[in-house]
């Protein structure tokens, strides 16, 4: 994926990553940046801060209608898309308690919301002899969320879900992505480190937190070289290589780093 005179839509695109990714295609030469999140105060700012290359749209990931219109309302303007990356996620900071409610919205924003958008341009990309999609899984997909249950899950089911496109969809010009950092300096994190939430101690004590351009900076790297798997925390590598290896032991640690840091 070479990314100049490319047609790049980014949902969660209102800060963290998604903006991030936003200025960073923009630097590489992306013909046109759609921006889109639920957000329609900062992402436009966001837009106006890019410069006339990036549209900004209101849309709600797990409205799979607005979903579609998104991509209908792209391939109406500039004529295809090229690369699409569904970015946005939320968090919970909770287990089993986190009501049904609460389940249902991280399910539906970090798993149905990657459904929606294959769903929605697979066609076009598939019409056109090609295309790139990048979903964020984060590392919690590859591992564990510590401390956030629901996190954990989709993490993981979104994970799978992008292994299946990939495996399905590559032979025919279509090349997927996913994205899997582990700490990253965004709201996400400092909220739930602000809330006292168990899963973003966890992560902030388990390595280096990377700045949301760092992991842009990745994600270029790994689309270019067409990687499924990208990991701007390359040591995330490692430790799923030891968690596949030790799965006992593995965990053994996960409980000591909570112990130290609950007692």
């Not at 490319?6 to 969660?12: A, C, D, E, L």
């Not at 996400?188 to 842009?216: E, F, K, N």
């Not at 790297?221 to 290896?245: D, K, M, N, T």
Request: some cysteine; proline content about 4%.
């Amino acid at each position: 994926m070479n990314l100049t005179d490319r047609i790049v839509v980014i949902t969660g695109a209102a800060g963290g990553i998604g903006a991030a990714l936003a200025r960073r295609f923009t630097a590489e030469g992306a013909a046109a940046v759609v921006l889109a999140d639920v957000n329609s105060e900062a992402v436009r700012a966001v837009a106006d801060s890019i410069g006339p290359i990036a549209h900004p749209v209101a849309v709600d990931v797990t409205d799979e209608e607005q979903v579609r219109a998104l991509v209908a309302d792209t391939e109406q303007r500039y004529g295809r898309i090229d690369l699409f990356c569904a970015n946005a996620g939320i968090t919970t900071g909770g287990g089993i308690e986190i009501d049904d409610p609460g389940w249902d919205r991280a399910w539906r924003v970090n798993v149905l919301a990657h459904v929606y958008s294959a769903r929605a341009v697979l066609p076009g990309m598939l019409a056109q002899g090609g295309g790139h999609l990048l979903h964020t899984c984060s590392a919690a997909g590859v591992l564990t969320a510590v401390g956030d249950a629901p996190y954990t899950a989709t993490k993981h089911a979104a994970l799978g879900f992008a292994e299946w496109l990939s495996v399905t969809y590559r032979d025919r010009g279509i090349r997927v992505s996913a994205l899997c950092p582990q700490g990253v300096d965004t709201p996400m994190l400092a909220d739930g480190l602000a809330a006292g939430h168990l899963g973003a101690r966890v992560v902030a004590a388990s390595g280096a937190v990377l700045t949301p351009d760092q992991v842009a900076d990745a994600a270029v790297a790994g689309l270019a070289e067409e990687r499924f798997l990208i990991l701007p925390h390359p040591e995330v590598a490692a430790y799923a290589r030891r968690r596949a290896e030790d799965p006992d032991g593995w965990q053994a640690g996960l409980r000591k780093l909570v112990r130290r840091l609950t007692a």
